[in-house]
């Protein structure tokens, strides 16, 4: 069992940055690939970022690529999105995903883990 806690959201103001946390508890956190999704009100959740299990090799939606990162250190259990220039369309609660593979994954249905999900606000 994984158990995944994001932290870092908040409010912030177009162009401004921020990076997600997301600690993962137990000793497998290696073996697995971790993602990254949002949510928006009224809307379905959707794909942002995922990463490796080794952290070699990553995927990005086009709508944040170029914008956002994912990192991942697994000696500390924890996966990272840094966001920059941020937009009021990326305002969305963020959620951290663990799937029990080693390659980068796009679909929710995927996940094996969820955490709780951070809210991150974009004001324009």
């Known amino acids: 069992q994984v158990q995944l806690v994001e932290s870092g959201g908040g409010l912030v103001q177009a162009g401004d940055s921020l990076r997600l946390s997301c600690a993962a508890s137990g000793r497998t956190f290696s073996s697995y690939a971790m993602g990254w999704f949002r949510q928006a009100p009224g809307k379905e959740r959707e794909f942002v970022a995922s990463i490796g299990s080794s952290g070699g090799i990553t995927l990005y939606a086009d709508s944040v690529k170029g914008r956002f990162t994912i990192s991942r250190d697994n000696a500390k259990n924890t996966v990272y999105l840094q966001m920059n220039s941020l937009k009021p369309d990326d305002t969305a609660v963020y959620y951290c995903?663990?799937?029990?593979?080693?390659?980068?994954?796009?679909?929710?249905?995927?996940?094996?883990?969820w955490g709780q999900g951070t809210q991150v606000t974009v004001s324009s």
């Open positions: 995903a663990g799937r029990a593979a080693r390659g980068t994954y796009r679909y929710a249905s995927s996940s094996d883990y």
